[in-house]
């Protein structure tokens, strides 16, 4: 009866984080290979290249667009990637601030992202942006988005035109 008296008296004492689970400890190389997963990611939805977009998930991964499931698979994410149209216009993926750090399913990220087009003879334009929310775990193939919430920030409303 005392050995659970005891127990119960170390599980109160412990704080709450310690009870919780352990965060992923990430290495220098671990944080260079996650920004590493950014750049992939943003260059091959760039150029057109799926098999590249496709090396940054797991097989399971999901998409998410302002809240929606835009992608529950590798194969569905990467279905929407569009090769490049020569002549038109090139939306281009601009991710700053990245923010990584580690957590109990292995690494969560977070960045900021512009898109910005770019035509010849017009001037750059960013044409959205938004918010990534990752989760990023550690597989046999290396460090892979199992999550993606993307949140578009609201744009403004153009203004109607003048009859």
């Known amino acids: 009866m005392n050995r659970w008296i005891a127990l119960v008296a170390l599980s109160l004492a412990l704080p709450a984080s310690a009870l919780a689970q352990k965060k992923t400890t990430l290495t220098p190389a671990d944080y260079e290979e996650i920004r ?24 399971d991964a999901q998409f998410i667009v302002g809240g929606k499931v835009a992608g529950g698979t590798r ?9 490049l149209a020569p002549g038109k216009g090139q939306m281009k993926h601009m991710p700053t601030n990245v923010f990584i750090e ?43 988005f199992k999550k993606r919430d993307y949140q578009p920030f609201p744009l403004p409303i153009a203004a109607t035109p003048a009859p």
Not at 75 to 83: D, H, L, N, Y
Not at 104 to 132: C, H, I, R
């Open 75 to 83: 194969e569905a994410i990467t279905g929407m990637v569009r090769p």
């Open 102 to 144: 580690g957590s109990e399913d292995g690494a969560k990220g977070m960045a900021y992202v512009a898109l910005v087009t770019f035509e010849e003879g017009k001037a750059p334009a960013v044409t959205g942006g938004g918010w990534y929310h990752d989760t990023i775990v550690k597989t046999a193939d290396g460090w892979r």
């Open 36 to 59: 590493g997963i950014y750049a992939k990611y943003s260059y091959g939805f760039d150029t057109g290249d799926a098999k590249l977009v496709a090396s940054v998930y797991t097989p």
